[in-house]
Each structure stands twice: as C-alpha cells, then as structure tokens.
C-alpha cells in the first residue's frame, strides 16, 4: 500500500550544526507535503510545506527540498538550537485520497545538545 | 485567531465501555480529520469529513465511528472499547476545498487510556 519512509528515526547534533530529515514516498500521484513538528504533549505543529510544483521551499533556519523523479523530500534546519528538540513528522497527500487523508512518516527524534 | 481544540484532553476508560470524542475545527474550516497516534504504529488516518459527510476512511474496524455537525465541530467514537484503543486521539482541521493538497492544523490531541 502507499506509505511514506523517513530516515533516521533519531538524531543528535550539537548546536548551531545542521540537521537534514529525509523521507521517500511510494504514491506517484502525491502533490503535496508537509512537515510537522511535535513536543512532548502537544499536537503536530507544521513547520513548513510543500507542493509538487516546487523544488524548494525555505522559511528562515529552515528549508525542504522535493525531488518528484525519486519520489524523495527532505527537511534542512540549519544553526540548530535546543528548542529544535523535538519529534519531527513528514507526511504526504495524494490526489487519489482526499484533501484530508495525509500519510505519515514514523517519525525523527532529534536531539540538540547544547 | 482560536486554534483546533479538542475535548476532553485525557481519558480513562475500562474494557468494553464506549468513548466520545469532540473537536472544534479553527474558524471558517469546513475539513476535519481524525488521526490515532500510538508508539508502535505511529500516525494513522481514521476519518475525514467536509460538510457533514463523511469523504475518507482508513483502516480501522467499525467500532470507530464519527460525525461532523453543520457548524463544523466533529465528534468521533470508539465503542466496545479494546486495551489496544490505548492512543493519543488528534483532530486536524483545513478548509478542505484545495486541489493541490490541504494544510492541516492540528489540535492538543485526547489522550485515551484502556484499562
């Protein structure tokens, strides 16, 4: 069935170092992927997303990168801060499920270390 | 602008018993989906609904169940409730109309605990 791949399931990095997430997806129609981010006891928070229209997207520290031909994306943060630390989601939506229907990865915990 | 809110935020329930689970979507959304979050599976979709009709099921047996009123809130249930429903239950809402893919924002999440 569809499903959404992501690598690695943790990471630590020291701050002020980069930190990239990647994912892989297996559903050629997907056009649409964010990334969330959650903290203990909260609610998936998106950070930033993507539409299969564009190659890159980035919002201050922090950028995404889809490459449609290898069904791959990728999450970049970069100067890292503790307040990063957190469990990082990707997710795709495809155009054969509705709007509403969004695959997950299973997750990356990061760690940064001060 | 007010965020998703989900009630109530915690839960203990017993084997058996059943569970009612409310959502308001943020202002001006007509999409609400639910997600059941465990360690072991992590994300899953359960259902979407957009204007009081249900558009999108996943994978779960019938015991879960849901229903969108015409303001938008939604209210999703378990019933005949099973050690394994033990799971962070999480709305998202959008306003569910794009073609090109629908930002989602979600709620705190209702965290149901099976005993």
């Known amino acids: 069935g569809e499903n959404v791949e992501q690598h690695p399931s943790t990471l630590s990095v020291q701050e002020g170092d980069s930190a990239v997430i990647k994912c892989t997806y297996s559903?050629?129609?997907?056009?649409?992927f964010p990334w969330y981010k959650q903290e203990l006891g909260k609610g998936p928070q998106l950070i930033i997303d993507i539409r299969s229209n564009v190659g890159e997207k980035k919002d201050q520290r922090i950028a995404v990168t889809l490459n449609k031909t290898a069904k791959h994306f990728s999450l970049h943060i970069t100067e890292t801060q503790p307040e990063d630390s957190a469990v990082y989601f990707c997710?795709?939506?495809?155009?054969?499920?509705?709007?509403?229907?969004?695959?997950f990865g299973k997750g990356t915990k990061l760690s940064v270390k001060p | 602008k007010a965020g998703v809110t989900q009630t109530p935020r915690y839960l203990i329930k017993t084997r058996g018993q059943q569970v009612t689970l409310s959502c308001s979507p943020i202002?001006?959304?007509?999409?609400v989906s639910w997600y059941q979050q465990t360690p072991g599976q992590g994300l899953q979709f359960l259902f979407e609904?957009?204007?009081?009709?249900?558009?999108n099921k996943g994978n779960f047996p019938g015991r879960f169940s849901g229903r969108q009123f015409s303001n938008s809130r939604s209210e999703m249930n378990v019933s005949t409730l099973e050690l394994g429903d033990s799971a962070l239950y999480l709305c998202a809402s959008s306003f569910g109309t794009s073609g090109a893919g629908d930002t989602q924002y979600f709620g705190p999440g209702t965290r149901l605990t099976v005993l």
């Open positions: 559903d050629s129609a997907s056009n649409y």
């Open positions: 609904y957009f204007s009081e009709t249900q558009r």
């Open positions: 997710a795709a939506s495809s155009r054969r499920r509705s709007q509403g229907n969004l695959i």
């Open positions: 202002s001006g959304h007509r999409s």
